[in-house]
Nanobody, 120 residues
Framework: QVQLVESGGGSVQAGGSLRLSCAAS????????MGWFRQAPGKEREFVAA????????DYGNAVKGRFTISRDNAKNTVYLQMNNLEPEDTAVYYC?????????????WGQGTQVTVSS
């Protein structure tokens, strides 16, 4: 079993920055991919970024490419999402997950989510 706990959400003005953290515990294997998704009210869950647990390869959704950076600290079993130049459209609940690919259905384990609110 795997547990994921997000933190770091909050409210910020447009142009500001936030860093989200996702602490993982349990049976974590090197082939797991860690992903970040977000979901705004009335919208589908959207792929944000992903990183391989062992190799450090990354992937980003088009909406955040160039503004967000995903990284990981294996010693701490933690994945981070650095979000810069935030826009009101980034307002959503952000979730970390373990799985593969870009689709929510490809991910088996999810955190509880953390709210990010960006005001104009």
């Amino acid at each position: 079993q795997v547990q994921l706990v997000e933190s770091g959400g909050g409210s910020v003005q447009a142009g500001g920055s936030l860093r989200l953290s996702c602490a993982a515990s349990g049976r974590i294997f090197n082939w797991y991919i860690m992903g970040w998704f977000r979901q705004a009210p009335g919208k589908e869950r959207e792929f944000v970024a992903a990183i391989t647990w062992s190799g450090g390869s990354t992937d980003y959704g088009n909406a955040v490419k160039g503004r967000f950076t995903i990284s990981r600290d294996n010693a701490k079993n933690t994945v981070y999402l650095q979000m810069n130049n935030l826009e009101p459209e980034d307002t959503a609940v952000y979730y970390c997950a373990i799985g593969a690919g870009r689709r929510p259905n490809d991910y088996a384990y999810w955190g509880q989510g953390t709210q990010v609110t960006v005001s104009s």
